[in-house]
C-alpha cells in the first residue's frame, strides 16, 4: 500500500485546511485509515481514525470537535477537514493505514505516507 498525502500549508490561526491521502495498491475500503502529527522534538500523536466502510471515527483529545476525519471509497482518498487551528496544530501530518483497528497507537499502523507540514501561525 502507497499513500500519499498532501494539502498541507501555512495559515492563520482560527483558518480552516484540508488534508487528502491518496491509497494506492489495496482499495480503500479495506483499510482503516488514520491520521498522525508530529511536531519538532515530539512524539508522533494520534490525530484520527475511522473503520474500514466509515462509520466510526476516533479522535485524539486535542482535536475533537475541530477536526474530521472522512474518506471517499470511490477515489481511494481519505481526508482530514481541520477546523479552528491552532499554532499548536503545527506539525508534520502523516496518514497510515492499517489492517484492522487495533487503536491509537502507532505500531498498529501498517503503511505510512511521507507527511505534509501544517503551519499555523498565532
Known amino acids: 500500500v502507497q499513500l500519499q498525502a498532501c494539502g498541507g500549508g501555512l495559515v492563520q490561526a482560527g483558518d480552516s485546511l484540508r488534508l487528502s491521502c491518496a491509497a494506492s495498491?489495496?482499495?480503500?475500503?479495506?483499510?482503516?485509515m488514520g491520521w498522525f502529527r508530529q511536531a519538532p522534538g515530539k512524539e508522533r500523536e494520534f490525530v484520527a481514525a475511522q473503520g474500514w466502510s466509515g462509520g466510526s471515527a476516533y479522535y485524539g483529545d486535542s482535536v475533537k470537535g475541530r477536526f474530521t476525519i472522512s474518506r471517499d471509497n470511490a477515489k481511494n482518498t481519505v481526508y482530514l477537514q481541520m477546523n479552528s487551528l491552532k499554532p499548536e496544530d503545527t506539525a508534520l501530518y502523516y496518514c497510515?493505514?492499517?489492517?484492522?483497528?487495533?487503536?491509537?497507537?502507532?505500531?498498529?499502523?501498517?503503511?505510512w505516507g511521507q507527511g505534509t507540514q501544517v503551519t499555523v501561525s498565532s
Open positions: 495498491g489495496r482499495t480503500l475500503s479495506s483499510l482503516v
Open positions: 497510515a493505514a492499517a489492517n484492522t483497528f487495533k487503536g491509537t497507537m502507532k505500531s498498529s499502523y501498517n503503511y
